[in-house]
């Protein structure tokens, strides 16, 4: 076919493919940029219209940049490292690739960065052909894909496992000020699931755990690392640590390399566990960022996407359908409170999202009860699904009659005149809180907890000194582990009190002098 002019269509063609191919490379020039302005860890570039958010940028000196932050004319990007180098004029190239790490099995037992850079002096970190790169930010799994939350994950502490059980799959918050054992709780948990994870049994699961340090001391991780090698809980545990030295880009994004992980453990199809220590100084490190980015501010300065920031963060803990593998994520994250106030801005976002709450009160720390959980306060919404049958038949009675003797107990401080039924509830309450404290890094396994409440519960130590609880526990649960036909074996095996057990459990707190009020 000709055209008027002698042109034929294969030209027509050919021109078009030559305009196609310069747009494109026009596309691809515009993809590299110049930075106009480089300080505190972010750097806005221009020229990078084809940018996208999360997308990783290269920058001179071998630095990476993540996009946080797309304008009309400019882009504003978080630098992944050391940022002094970096000036005005500085040659800023998008990468086409969005951030993503490196899931394996060799990470357990290490120590990393957000990067996944190893810091524990143990050398690089041996690659795997299961290996799987794992995108840093991923849409939460839908309803259909999730199934409900019913195996329980215990903690070794006596007050959580019988009054705030924890499902695997759940998110509970663990809330309270400064220095009155969140850290402890979480620890304890880790430590008990490599305890568990020694003694499985046929169709039981293990438990990784993974600990994320957000803004904490180099030292204080150095701790805790520390005391999970010396309760030989390193090797099932992974921990990330973006310290308070480390920028406020490395900070924000810790977390998420934490979920990145333990999505790909939780495609393997096992259970996992992971501890955000802790997302109050993850919501100051993005408001940092944020307010460097020139963004417009809201309540306490915090950007107006900061309960979409936790929410995306922690819909990613889930119980996956049977069809996709049946593996967890249970999520406790941690926020520290001023003065109690947990009505404050980011406390309230985070207990909106979460399953339930553990609050930790200052006045029982240091009133010597530890944990110093506050029953009134305290929620778990997954509940008793997530407990096993003889532990419901225990504890059943356990948080109304807890949260009534430290009503009375209040009320009692202003008159002596009680009536017998007053002075039983409140021996009673005394008996059982002193029974629910318990030492750090002690994990107590959850038939030796069971046994322990019955006693309680049943009033064998309502006639029992309180300085000598402890040791009374202890010589009930020595002279069951003694008989021939261990009772603790079989409510761990049968997860159940059934009348014969009962009758053992009685005769033996009988042998050892105990007697019911």
Same mark, same amino acid.
């Given at each position: ?250 900070? =924000? &994004?810790? %977390?998420?390399?934490?979920? @990145? ?7 393997? $199809?096992?259970? #996992?566990?992971? +501890? ?82 553990? =609050? &930790?009160? %200052?006045?029982?720390?240091? @009133? ?7 029953? $009134?306060?305290? #929620?778990?919404? +997954? ?135």
């Amino acid at each position: 076919m000709k055209t008027n002019k002698g042109i034929d269509a294969k030209t027509i063609a050919a021109e078009i493919e030559k305009q196609i191919s310069q747009h494109e490379n026009q596309q691809a020039w515009q993809n590299s940029g110049r930075i106009i302005s480089a300080g505190d860890g972010i750097v806005v570039a221009s020229g990078l219209q084809d940018g996208r958010l999360s997308e990783l940028v290269k920058l001179p000196g071998n630095s990476i940049g993540l996009i946080l932050s797309l304008g009309e004319n400019e882009t504003g990007i978080a630098v992944l490292g050391p940022s002094s180098h970096l000036q005005a004029g500085d040659k800023a190239i998008t990468t086409g690739q969005i951030l993503s790490v490196k899931g394996s099995y060799n990470l357990l037992g290490r120590v990393t960065d957000p990067l996944l850079q190893p810091i524990d002096g143990l050398g690089q970190i041996a690659s795997d052909k299961h290996d799987q790169d794992m995108p840093v930010e991923k849409v939460a799994p839908g309803v259909i894909s999730r199934q409900d939350v019913r195996t329980p994950l215990q903690t070794g502490l006596k007050i959580i496992d019988a009054l705030l059980p924890i499902g695997r799959g759940q998110r509970e918050l663990i809330i309270g000020d400064r220095g009155v054992g969140k850290t402890a709780i979480a620890i304890d948990a880790i430590i008990n699931q490599s305890k568990l994870n020694s003694n499985l049994t046929k169709g039981e699961k293990q438990v990784i755990c993974i600990y994320v340090a957000i803004g904490q001391k180099q030292s204080k991780v150095a701790q805790v690392m520390g005391k999970l090698i010396e309760n030989q809980s390193l090797k099932s545990t992974i921990i990330i640590s973006a310290s308070a030295s480390d920028p406020a880009s490395l900070q =924000y &994004l810790a %977390p998420f390399t934490a979920t @990145a992980i333990a999505e790909f453990f939780m495609d393997q $199809g096992e259970d #996992v566990l992971i +501890v955000y220590d802790d997302l109050t100084k993850h919501a100051w490190a993005y408001r940092e960022l944020s307010l460097l980015l020139r963004r417009p501010s809201g309540r306490e300065a915090y950007p107006g996407d900061i309960f979409y920031l936790h929410s995306r963060l922690l819909e990613r803990s889930a119980r996956m359908n049977d069809k996709l593998g049946g593996g967890s994520i249970t999520a406790l994250p941690i926020i520290e409170t001023q003065a109690g106030d947990i009505s404050a801005y980011i406390p309230t976002n985070v207990i909106s999202i979460t399953d339930g709450q553990i =609050y &930790l009160e %200052p006045d029982l720390y240091y @009133a010597g009860i530890r944990p110093a959980v506050s029953i $009134g306060l305290s #929620v778990s919404r +997954v509940g008793g699904d997530a407990q096993i049958k003889a532990m419901k038949q225990v504890a059943g009675k356990l948080k109304l009659d807890l949260a009534q003797y430290r009503e009375l107990a209040a009320f009692a401080q202003f008159g002596s005149d009680l009536d017998e039924a007053t002075q039983k509830r409140l021996t009673r309450g005394k008996a059982i809180t002193e029974l629910l404290k318990q030492p750090q890094y002690q994990p107590v396994p959850v038939e030796r907890q069971i046994a322990a409440i019955w006693l309680g519960m049943k009033g064998y130590l309502d006639n029992t000194s309180i300085t000598d609880i402890a040791k009374t526990e202890n010589d009930f649960l020595q002279a069951l582990s003694k008989l021939k036909e261990n009772p603790l074996s079989v409510i761990k095996k049968e997860a159940t009190i059934n009348e014969n057990i009962e009758k053992v459990l009685a005769k033996t707190a009988q042998n050892l002098g105990l007697c019911l009020p």
